[in-house]
């Protein structure tokens, strides 16, 4: 249960004043539907209001707070024409315009004869001082609270920046005190502030330099929202650390006979984190490892030793993919090398019906079937496992931290191997795993050839087709991926369909299409087309629909690179350059580039070292282009920024580890004030795990 102190923090924004139903729905766009949520919200810039000339002095395009005497309301013959009020002061007139006015309101905010103060931006007109629209009007007594420093906020369509402002006001106001929950010795080593003034600070920036990431209030909220991931991170790993493992240790015939089987030998890395795996599930602790490759190093072989370790035991493995489409692949890879060595793997996914689902089922509850692959359907009620000792999550960062605990769950002390594609930096690394073993495939399978990757304005589509047929002549097969548009998928799909007819026009019937839309069936059925003789180009739109592996695939054409992240950009390149046959991959753009689509850009074509650019994407997302944290999978942190702040991670993950080794129900006084850390970040799932009350 959420502490009752916060729950006005946990109220929609609709119980602020003055935000309504309407503009709850645009807050929600804008920071959430919460108002805890308008907290994160921090300004972006700041207009000084304290500047406060005389009018003949005010400087044309400054901001400037005026004590006006008002004198006469103008009214335009025409609508169109704006509505005029002339005032004054000691030195000189002004003129206050207004488009599309309302009399009566303005007649009311400015009475011929008063004083009044507004503030705004001061231009000459014909050599004489005006002001258009004045951000605010207020009355003398209102002088001490118009004339400050104003924060400015990130707007959304149809969000006035006063409404904006208000609410969030509101909202700190709301903001309970609560008990500290940071170490008092960290505290004040670092020369932060209590956790409510330093919220309040930041959304009252004096100067620029108070907007800046390194301030310290700015740098407690960093640390508070990064202590709460870590310590989230921390409960949940310990909850699973506490079931008992088991130690899983086979007589080595199937790995052996698999090995044999094998039409490749295994690289070294391969070898030694088979060797890891291999010895952290014969220990009785459970396993929680991270197995971590690159595009095309080779983690399914990895993942099967795992699991035939585990059917050597008598006991059960299951590897659980992000999608249809990969599942199908790594039982299309695993199940012929599982048939040699006399076992078979079965297969289930969303789509399983009938008789060969509930065939699956029974096989699983019974234990008669060891090895199983499937999407999330694995995981859902209605599938129980007879023993499941080994869940391997092939998650290419798309599962939460508790559906890769579901699947385990499944079984008794089973052990969890998560297997990703993109090699993140380890200050990343912690903020989605916590303090994981992580097991590296460094080397990739020999025979590998560079990619000649290159960037092509998009104006010279007619030689990229030209050379995608003489690729098609010689054999290869192309894979031609469609820009992501915004969020509507339709738009998606027109692009796609445009480009299919585009090329089928030139290919013929050579030219598949992949797309979201499609129904699982007739995706596989183009992805077999492709992978086996009879398509040439496969048009597809997302960035999944290809994490396939077909090793005749030697051309990779990106539409629009410039929209993709550098992750994407990466992992969609991983798919050519598998086979015998030097492959390309073109990045076509459309110009202009910004400053950092130029720079992914130039990455891309500078190397292929998945770590490189993984730590490339990251200082480019520091450097504030914003690629969009569900395309990367990574968490989003609000205050912090892990290119700022990294140094921060590595303070809160030991705290976080100490923490959880003295108080592992956060009961003590701390543990309680750390508790509304967790809720005031959102970090639920590891609540639900601690004892409640
Ligand atoms: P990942 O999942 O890491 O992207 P895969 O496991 O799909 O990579 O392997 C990519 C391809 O490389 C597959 O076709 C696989 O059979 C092959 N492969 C794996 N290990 C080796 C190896 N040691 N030597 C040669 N080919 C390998
Ligand atoms: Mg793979």
Not at 103 to 110: N, T
Not at 467 to 486: D, F, H, M, S
Request: net charge neutral; aromatic share 4%; charged share 25%.
């Amino acid at each position: 249960m959420r502490p009752q102190i916060l729950f006005p923090l946990f109220a929609a924004t609709s119980s602020l004043p003055g935000v309504g139903p309407r503009n709850a729905k645009l807050f929600e766009k804008l920071a959430g539907e919460h108002v805890a949520d308008l907290l994160w919200h921090l300004p972006v810039g700041i207009i000084d209001r304290r500047f406060a000339p005389q009018v003949m002095q005010a400087p044309e395009g400054a901001i400037c707070t005026l004590t006006l005497r008002i004198h006469k309301h103008k009214p335009p013959h025409n609508p169109r024409l704006p509505y005029k009020v002339t005032a004054s002061d000691d030195s000189g007139f002004i003129e206050l315009v207004f488009f599309h006015a309302r009399e009566d309101w303005l007649r009311r905010a400015l009475p011929e004869g008063e004083t009044r103060v507004v503030s705004g931006k001061v231009e000459r007109f014909q050599d004489k001082p005006q002001m258009t629209h004045p951000d605010h009007i207020g009355t003398l007594d209102e002088l001490a609270s118009l004339q400050t420093v104003e924060p400015v906020y990130g707007l959304t369509a149809g969000l006035a920046p006063k409404v904006v402002r208000k609410s969030i006001r509101a909202a700190l106001a709301k903001v309970p005190d609560m008990p500290e929950w940071l170490d008092p010795a960290l505290k004040q080593r670092r020369g932060w502030p209590d956790f409510k003034p330093a919220l309040l600070a930041v959304h009252s920036p004096e100067s620029e330099a108070d907007l800046q990431l390194g301030t310290l209030p700015r740098l407690r909220l960093a640390y508070d929202e990064l202590l709460a991931n870590q310590l989230a991170l921390s409960v949940i790993r310990s909850r699973y650390r506490k079931q008992a493992g088991r130690p899983m240790k086979g007589d080595g015939k199937l790995r052996q006979a698999l090995l044999k089987a094998l039409p490749f030998t295994l690289t070294g890395a391969q070898v030694r984190s088979i060797a890891e795996i291999e010895g952290e599930m014969a220990a009785p602790t459970r396993m929680l490892r991270l197995l971590q490759g690159d595009v095309g190093s080779g983690k399914t072989v990895v993942a099967l030793f795992a699991m035939l370790n585990a059917a050597e035991c008598g006991a059960q493995a299951a590897i659980m993919a992000p999608t249809e489409i990969l599942a199908r692949q790594h039982h299309a890879t695993i199940a012929p090398l599982a048939e040699r060595i006399g076992l078979t793997i079965a297969l289930l996914t969303g789509r399983e019906k009938g008789r060969a689902r509930d065939a699956a089922l029974a096989g699983l509850a019974d234990g008669s079937i060891s090895l199983v692959v499937g999407t999330h359907a694995l995981f859902q009620e209605g599938v129980a496992f007879g023993d499941l000792a080994l869940a391997v999550i092939d998650e290419q960062h798309r599962f939460g931290v508790h559906q890769r605990l579901e699947l385990a769950a499944k079984g008794r002390g089973a052990d969890v191997l998560v297997m990703t594609a993109t090699p993140i930096p380890r200050t990343l690394a912690l903020t989605v795993y916590g303090d994981m073993e992580v097991s590296r495939l460094d080397e990739k399978p020999p025979g590998r050839k560079p990619i000649d990757t290159r960037a092509v304005p998009l104006e010279r589509l007619d030689e990229v087709v030209d050379a995608v047929a003489r690729a098609i002549q010689t054999g290869n097969k192309v894979y031609w991926v469609c820009p992501l548009v915004e969020e509507s998928e339709l738009i998606d799909l027109a692009a796609a369909t445009e480009r299919h007819a585009l090329l089928e026009k030139r290919f013929g019937k050579r030219v598949g299409l992949v797309h979201g839309k499609m129904k699982g069936a007739d995706k596989d059925a183009a992805m077999e087309r492709f992978a086996g003789g009879d398509m040439d180009v496969l048009v597809a739109t997302t960035v999944i629909e290809v994490g396939v592996d077909v090793p005749a695939a030697s051309v990779m054409v990106v539409e629009h690179a410039e929209r993709f992240g550098l992750a994407q950009l990466h992992q969609l390149r991983g798919r050519v350059g598998r086979g015998e046959k030097p492959s390309s991959c073109l990045l076509l753009y459309v110009k202009p580039l910004t400053e950092a689509a130029k720079a992914r850009l130039n990455i891309m074509r500078e190397t292929e070292d998945g770590f490189r650019i993984a730590e490339e994407d990251l200082r480019l997302r520091g450097a504030g282009e914003l690629l969009g944290t569900r395309q990367s999978g990574l968490p989003e942190f609000r205050v912090a920024d892990l290119a700022f702040h990294g140094e921060l991670l590595g303070v809160a993950r030991d705290d976080a580890k100490l923490i959880i080794g003295r108080d592992v129900e956060l009961e003590s006084p701390r543990g309680r004030a750390l508790r509304n850390l967790l809720y005031l970040f959102e970090r639920d799932t590891a609540i639900k795990l601690l004892k409640s009350g």
